[in-house]
């Protein structure tokens, strides 16, 4: 069954310093892989997607994500953190030809001042 | 921009008790989603509904769980009799073609 593996449980960063999320997956076909974003007590906000074609995708609040076939990642980055981009962050995996998604255990994001 | 909705945003009942769900999906979506996520979890997939019957559906989804899709505009989850281990948040998507859209979720707390 596929899987995914978000590494860093929980990820602390400055303001204004650059941010890589991690992602692997493990499935042996390209599958549909997003990038999902939840603030406290909210629900789950699409950051952005990937399905094929450029493996470089940029997404909503400055994020950007990159597709490496050859590791089995679809890492999540950011250039300059804002306080406001923390949060949780889920990578999830959709198999071609089934309906749900596989989620990450998530990772946690801390922006100090 | 068209968001799902959820309702209640917090429910708790007793243990044994039956409670439902309520989603509202985006107006021209025609695929719906339960997933829950109990606290410190991943979010986990429940069920998939399309043209008025289940697509798929986890071994979570077990008897005590039902869906329906009772009129054009809700799509609702039932617990038939809830049990300590189903409070979580439930999450609600909806999608038209290959992005889902989740609602805010509704925390289910069951005593």
């Known amino acids: 069954a596929q899987s995914v593996t978000q590494p860093d449980i929980h990820i602390t960063v400055s303001e204004g310093a650059s941010l890589e999320l991690r992602c692997n997956y493990s499935?042996?076909?390209?599958?549909?892989l997003f990038w999902y974003v939840q603030s406290p007590g909210q629900g789950l906000q699409l950051l952005l997607k990937y399905f094929s074609g450029d493996t470089l995708v940029q997404g909503i609040k400055g994020f950007e994500a990159e597709f490496k076939r050859s590791q089995s990642s679809f890492n999540l980055r950011k250039p300059s953190v804002h306080w406001s981009d923390a949060a949780e962050y889920f990578c999830a995996v959709e198999k071609d030809g089934s309906e749900k998604l596989v989620f990450g255990k998530g990772t946690k994001l801390t922006v100090n001042p | 921009e068209p968001e799902v909705t959820q309702t209640p945003s917090h429910q708790v009942t007793q243990m044994g008790q039956e409670v439902i769900l309520r989603c509202v999906p985006i107006s021209n979506h025609l695929y719906f989603y339960w997933y829950r996520q109990i606290l410190g979890q991943k979010v986990e997939f429940l069920v998939s509904?399309?043209?008025?019957?289940?697509?798929?559906k986890s071994e979570i989804f077990d008897d005590q769980f039902s869906v329906e899709r009772p009129d054009g505009s809700n799509f609702t989850l039932k617990i038939r009799s809830t049990k300590l281990e189903d409070s979580a948040m439930y999450f609600c998507?909806?999608?038209?073609?290959?992005?889902?859209?989740f609602g805010p979720g509704t925390r289910l707390t069951v005593l």
């Open positions: 499935y042996g076909a390209t599958p549909y």
């Open positions: 998507a909806s999608t038209s073609t290959d992005t889902q859209y």
């Open positions: 509904f399309y043209n008025n019957e289940i697509s798929e």
